[in-house]
């Protein structure tokens, strides 16, 4: 049976294509049209998909859509009605945006692939999150928790799955939190408040947060309020996004924090703004963890799991999700490679396979790697015509580069599904010194300097260098949890430790990624330390590269010394880029 | 000489110009726009540098997109400290529209040869216009100067989308020009009809809301005045429910 999963329309688009059972292929339409979280209807990511499988159109069992269009059409339409007349301003442009192409889902699919309108189904958006969670994890029952900033209503949903190998499975979502009451959409709107793009960086709150205090925490507990049964409701008073597109916090909410950050003045954490800044972000931080772990902690103790599932954009918090790991009760925590929206694509086209076609349960491959593979005969061919340094190589010869201070851009095998670098399209350096950090922010990343950069360690030697609770490496298999570097390490490994000396540690098994393994394994042989600094290969506002040639864009605009694809690598003779224009011309 | 880089339809607007760019909000809303415009096009360049089989072609796609980025950054820069010099309130940033890169080119589909004759029309078109902002903008050297590095580099880029468009259609490349003049003629028209028709949508929209909304408006503010806060069931639907997109 085969069958396509599409999420599209809000942001970060994606296709993934499922056959009997497992996931086939999967990626994200920003990575082929090379726009950063394109949400436009994936063709290119479809047309991928099904060329990469073989597979016509017309022989798809179904293709599953990852929200129902007309329930968050419902829901857009209420909102603007419940805040009449307020709501004024942003009523046509939702009108518009919505009747333009997000509700006729069906007729697009429909006209795009030739796919009778009979084939094509909807999950509920939550649906979706929580089958990429529970049905790509090793794990036969598990708690399932769900929260982004809004699906069609729910902002979080809590449930149960439960599957036999081969036989049966079953998602029970039990209950809800409803728009406009929502995780996502509070830490969004702090996010927009701290100067940060909404949807996008969020995870730049998180990074500044290692920086301030949580002196603010009572502040923030005024906007958001726990309700009796356990969840939570947001003070709407303090919130404008449910009445205007144009700004999400209120003057209510000014009043509270004071003057926001403007957007083009950088963050000075010696001023007192900044360290005022710094402190808003550690105590919206502070309380989401407190109300994620407070209600984790209940399912928990409602579903007597062992193993939780977490969804939806808020589970790339990987503080929060450590401290769920930490407090919560659960021996295991799964946060699958994609958990926002791109990972619905794959949960949507699953839960239609297990849940509505009844078909029988199968393990799904624990890794990210969905994605079109590299070439690195097409790199040799373009550096060769650029006249760069080409050869083919071992992992020696670039253990020897990073031992020297190069940094490497590392192109292996499918690219990656789902925001993080895990090994296939990254940039790897050597973690021991700020001054890497440094010169990576400066001349390949230039971004924040309270941006920390991952490591990237081999599984079995994690705890040797970071403190991990149970459970904590499996968190790390996707970069998903942050923990503390190990004081006696945290010198050494200046580069990738954060200013409250922790790490979003990647801890990596041998058979995910068997050639960054050897060459963790090489570099710590060399070393003493088998840890590398591992960040994604791309540049500032561009999505991760995807294929050899993108690299080597990427490459020559950079600091980036050194490019690597499959076993091809190229070595920078000096860009092309400051030669003489009129020489070329 | 700055007058031959000029056409007659910009010397013609150059009042109107002059108008907008006095402006320091003006000043900044423009300038937050060809930030976008020139990122969206340096984005669009790179996409072509990564595209093209042609090693020459991808060398000077490349810097070209760097040089458009540069661009868009300098505009970015210098909107970004008149915004920080606190003379113009900060949501004047919220309000700038994207821009639209290389004129919605799509650079996947399109020959060389297209390419290089759209770029260089585009490019020409700019240098006129940046020359009559550059000529209008002279209370503010700051701004000047930046048009003034970005013409330098503008010269640069007609140079050789026209040198490389001969060099890949030596028989057709005027025919080509001539396409990419009506193209964008075209795609001009179609972005004023589509914000004309953005406007009337609009119009037609609010009237709605203020006539039809406010009955039901009543009703729905009601119905959420007795929903509850915190968690809710959720009611269980069967299998077949995913044929329905409600």
Known sequence: ?585 | MQRSSTSSFDRLLAPVHHWIWRNPERRVQKLLRFGETETDGGRDLLRAAELTRDPLLRRLYLLHAVDEQRHGTLFRRRAAAMLVSGTIADDRAETAPAGHGLDDLDVARESDETMLAFLHVAERSAASRFAVYRNVLRSDPETQRIFDDILHDEKFHMNYTLTQLVRVSPERHRAKLWRARLTRLWNAYLRVASALAGVIGGAILTVQYFVVLPLFAMLSKRAAAREGEGWRAIAQRGADSMRSQY
Not at chain 1, 559 to 583: F, P, Q, W
């Open chain 1, 1 to 585: 049976m085969k069958i396509l999963g599409i999420s599209a329309h809000y942001h970060d688009a994606a296709a993934a294509l499922i056959v009997d059972g497992v996931p086939v292929c999967a990626v994200q339409e920003e990575r082929l049209s090379r726009r950063k979280n394109d949400a436009a209807f994936p063709l290119a990511a479809i047309e991928w998909c099904l060329d990469s499988a073989g597979v016509a159109p017309e022989s798809l069992d179904a293709v599953v859509f990852y929200e129902r269009p007309m329930l968050k059409f419902d829901r857009i339409l209420t909102t603007a009605l419940r805040a009449f007349p307020r709501s004024w301003r942003m009523f046509p442009k939702a009108m518009k945006n919505s009747l333009g192409e997000k509700v006729w889902v069906r007729g697009i699919v429909s006209s795009h692939l030739g796919v009778p309108a009979k084939k094509i189904l909807f999950t509920e958006h939550h649906q979706s999150h929580a089958a990429a969670a529970f049905l790509t994890a090793p794990t036969r029952r598990a708690a399932i928790l769900t929260t982004d900033g809004v699906g069609e209503w729910a902002t979080m949903t809590a449930g149960l799955g439960e599957r036999e190998p081969g036989g049966k499975t079953s998602i029970a979502l039990l209950r809800e939190i409803r728009f406009p009451h929502s995780l996502g959409m509070l830490y969004s709107t702090f996010t927009a408040y701290l100067g940060f793009k909404v949807n996008e960086d969020e995870y730049k709150v998180m990074g500044l947060a290692g920086y301030g205090k949580p002196s603010l925490v009572d502040e923030v507990r005024r906007t958001i309020r726990r309700t009796p049964d356990g969840a939570f409701a947001l003070d709407l008073d303090y919130f404008d996004f449910h009445t205007t597109a144009a700004r999400s916090y209120s003057s209510r909410f000014v009043e509270l924090f004071g003057p926001p950050r403007n957007p083009f003045e950088p963050i000075d954490l010696e001023t007192e703004n900044g360290r005022r800044f710094a402190d808003i972000a550690a105590s919206v931080q502070r309380v989401l963890e407190e109300v994620l772990v407070e209600i984790a902690r209940a399912l928990q103790r409602e579903t007597g799991a062992r193993d939780l599932c977490l969804g939806g954009g808020v589970a790339l918090n990987g503080v929060a999700n450590a401290r769920i790991l930490a407090e919560s009760g659960f021996e295991r925590v799964f946060v699958p490679p994609a958990p926002g929206d791109a990972g619905c694509a794959i949960g949507a086209a699953l839960y239609a396979d297990r849940l509505y076609f009844r078909n029988a349960d199968r393990d799904v491959p624990d890794h990210p790697f969905w994605g079109p593979e590299v070439s690195g005969a097409e790199l040799a061919r373009i550096a060769s015509e650029d006249g760069q340094q080409v050869g083919e190589c071992g992992d020696e010869a670039i253990v020897d580069d990073l031992m020297n201070g190069a940094i490497v851009g590392w192109m292996d095998g499918a690219l990656e599904f789902g925001p993080r670098a895990l090994g296939h399209r990254s940039i790897l350096a050597a973690p021991h010194d700020v001054a890497m950090r440094d010169r990576i922010n400066r001349e390949i990343k230039y971004r924040e300097q309270f941006r920390p950069f991952a490591p990237v360690v081999p599984v079995e030697v994690a705890d040797r260098y970071f403190e991990l609770p149970r459970g904590g490496a499996r968190l790390g298999r996707f970069m998903s949890g942050v923990f503390p570097v190990r004081p006696e390490w945290r010198e050494k490994l200046a580069a990738i430790t954060h200013v409250d000396g922790t790490a979003r540690v990647q801890t990596l098994e041998r058979p995910m990624a068997p050639r960054l393994y050897a060459l963790l394994e090489e570099y710590g042989r060399r070393s003493g330390v088998p840890v590398l600094l591992n960040t994604s290969l791309n540049l500032a506002g561009e999505p991760i590269v995807n294929r050899a040639v993108e690299g080597y864009s990427t490459f020559l605009r950079c600091g980036i010394d050194v490019l690597v694809a499959g076993r091809t690598r190229v070595v920078k003779r000096g860009s092309l880029l400051v030669k003489r224009k009129e020489d070329v011309a």
